[in-house]
């Protein structure tokens, strides 16, 4: 997917140099462009900077330049690195997002890097390894998806969904011993916390709603005569769901507690899994047995018919998912599970690059107790759900890789523009 939402979403923070708008990541941290500047000068002239007053000057946007001896000791205190600056002085090129589907997903798939990214949830399982098959330039959706029908009154009239109901069960506290500082979001560890986390979701409806108005926008700028394929309107789909559950991760108060970078790589590390994780969602709670339904409403492409028309990647990953579909079904997947889930999967842990791991760890326990409570008292007749749901956990993320691995394939037959590339957080200045 297009990741420019990430841009505008995340990077709108503030330098914690100067206070400045932040540009991208240079030399280890989110700074601004004067900072970054300043910063490079500093490192590649050997500057060696005095300070006139005591080493406490103030540092802001209209007085960082005043001496730059403060200035340098404060970049390197938020932690900006002297090792990432160029010593041959070449420009390392602008700092961008590589393509979205880069080439290490496929490194990814390999059986010995598998094991490790399929079960990131400290889940201690054996997990049966799926071959993915050669791509062909035949996968494709068989049935054309019309623009129109996605558009018109019955599928927007169907938009309008009245949320799935779920039981208020009351959540224990955790172990105040074992209790991470969450700030402001302390107050929420109570009963009452699993409402608390339900209050952040997005509406499906507006979702609904926001998808229909991106493609009506992106077919008038086209024309009547240049209508979207298939798979550019699923494309479009999932970009402006992938926008909403990047919304709903920066409402959450769980993750505003984190620092930008942190929240940088949490999400690049599992947005194909929020996506995998909202389909299952939506396909449990509205979808019609052997149909997908679509985030616009719609109960539309038979299964049947994309398993037989369809090459065998995106038939296989069909497959897979309406599996894993039947088996969230038989548990009886509630909303608050979904949501546990998407905390579960966003608060990784175990992902490289992440500073403080300590608090990502206490907030994904803290989250995994409660779905373990909720169960216990919702599900008192199924004992092993708790297990059964984070079993499921694997799978989201093998197929997740898969739909990576798809697209990026796609885009290398020439079936997928090619993206802009936006600022990443994995390679410096």
């Known amino acids: 997917m297009d990741t420019s939402f990430l841009e505008t979403l995340i990077l709108s923070e503030s330098c914690p140099v ?52 403060c200035r340098f000791q404060k970049c390197l205190a938020v932690g900006m690195k002297t090792e990432a600056v160029r010593a041959d002085r070449m420009r390392g090129g602008r700092n961008r997002f590589g393509p979205l589907y880069r080439r290490d997903r496929q490194i990814k798939l390999q059986r010995a890097d598998y094991q490790t990214n399929v079960a990131p949830y400290r889940i201690k399982m054996e997990t049966t390894i799926w071959h993915q098959s050669p791509l062909t330039p035949h996968d494709h959706y068989p049935a054309e998806l019309s623009l129109n029908a996605a558009m018109s009154s019955s599928a927007f009239q169907q938009c309008h969904i009245t949320q799935a109901s779920s039981s208020n069960a009351n959540i224990v506290d955790c172990d105040p011993d074992h209790a991470s500082p969450l700030g402001p979001f302390s107050s929420f560890l109570t009963p009452n916390f699993l409402d608390a986390l339900i209050e952040s979701e997005q509406d499906e409806s507006q979702l609904c709603a926001k998808v229909l108005s991106s493609l009506q926008r992106e077919q008038a700028n086209r024309g009547k005569h240049d209508c979207l394929n298939t798979f550019s309107i699923m494309c479009k789909m999932a970009d402006q769901t992938l926008f909403g559950l990047v919304e709903w991760a920066r409402n959450s108060a769980l993750f505003k507690e984190l620092k930008v970078e942190d929240q940088m790589v949490l999400l690049q590390n599992c947005w194909s899994e929020l996506l995998v994780l909202d389909h299952l969602y939506r396909q449990v709670t509205y979808g019609k047995e052997g149909c997908v339904y679509l985030v616009t409403g719609q109960q539309v492409i038979e299964v049947s018919t994309i398993i037989s028309q369809a090459g065998v990647t995106l038939s296989g990953l069909v497959s897979r998912t309406q599996d894993l579909v039947a088996k969230l079904k038989a548990l009886y997947f509630d909303r608050k599970e979904f949501v546990c889930l998407k905390y579960l999967v966003l608060f990784n842990p175990d992902v490289k690059a992440v500073l403080n791991r300590r608090q990502v760890e206490q907030t994904q326990e803290r989250v995994n107790r409660a779905l373990m409570e909720h169960t216990r008292q919702t599900h008192a007749g199924h004992a092993d759900k708790f297990g059964q749901l984070l079993l499921r956990l694997p799978e989201v993320r093998s197929i997740s890789l898969q739909v990576e691995e798809y697209l990026y394939q796609r885009h290398l037959l020439g079936t997928y523009p090619r993206r802009q590339c936006h600022q990443s957080p994995y390679h410096s200045a």
């Open 18 to 69: 100067c206070g400045d708008r932040v540009s991208g990541y240079h030399y280890g941290l989110l700074t601004c462009e004067s900072c970054k500047g300043f910063f490079k000068r500093s490192v590649q002239n050997n500057k060696h900077y005095t300070c006139t007053e005591q080493q406490s000057c103030p540092m802001n946007r209209t007085q960082r330049k005043r001496c730059p001896y």
